[in-house]
């Protein structure tokens, strides 16, 4: 499991982006995102680079 941290995310269309990002490149993967804390959790076997570069290219960079 790969937990993220994702400064700009604030509402429920920002969930729901970067689940759709994520689903792209693993259409399997269980997300888990918590606005309050702006914590994205994603259980996946898909590389953690693939996953941020989703992330990313969808307009929501995790915080290192």
């Known amino acids: ?6 400064p700009k995310m604030s509402c429920g269309g920002c969930v729901r982006n970067i ?3 994520i689903k792209k490149v693993d259409d399997a ?8 804390t702006k914590m994205v959790r994603v259980e996946t076997a898909i590389p953690e680079a693939t996953i941020i570069k989703a992330m ?5 960079q995790p915080a290192l």
């Not at 499991?1 to 994702?6: K, P």
């Not at 993967?29 to 309050?36: E, P, Q």
């Not at 990313?56 to 929501?60: I, L």
């Open 56 to 60: 990313t290219d969808g307009g929501y």
């Open 1 to 6: 499991m790969y937990q993220f941290h994702i």
């Open 29 to 36: 993967a269980t997300i888990d995102a918590d606005i309050s």
């Open 19 to 21: 689940t759709n990002a």
